[in-house]
């Protein structure tokens, strides 16, 4: 008996390519990064999923620190930033030699201050 082997040929397939519904950077069955639905933030929030991290980062932190920094500016200076605070600090700490290798208490130290 003969047996007869048929060679299959393999089919070629058409296949379409559907980019991304939010542009290039995003998953196929979800919005980008978290944005879902409507809102009143969500072209802003589909923008900023696309952007630089610099940008989308960098910009909202600077100007949150900008506006945190706002009552500071109208305040005075705390008490431990006066000058005869640190003075008197300064010598305490000479006193008690804290850090006598490189720092308040070193010989190098004790030559530049003008402190007694």
Do not use: C, W
């Amino acid at each position: 008996r003969k047996t007869l082997v048929v060679a299959q040929i393999p089919t070629m397939v058409r296949v379409f390519y559907e980019p991304p519904p939010f542009g290039v950077g995003t998953d196929l069955n979800r919005s980008g990064y978290g944005v879902h639905g409507g809102g009143l933030f969500k072209g802003l929030l589909e923008r900023a999923s696309k952007m630089r991290p610099i940008v989308s980062i960098g910009v909202p932190v600077t100007v949150i620190f900008m506006i945190a920094s706002i009552p500071l500016m109208f305040n005075k200076l705390p008490f431990s930033m006066d000058p005869e605070y640190q003075a008197a600090q300064r010598a305490y700490m000479r006193y008690h030699n804290m850090n006598p290798i490189f720092g308040i208490s070193s010989k190098r130290a004790r030559a530049m201050d003008a402190d007694p």
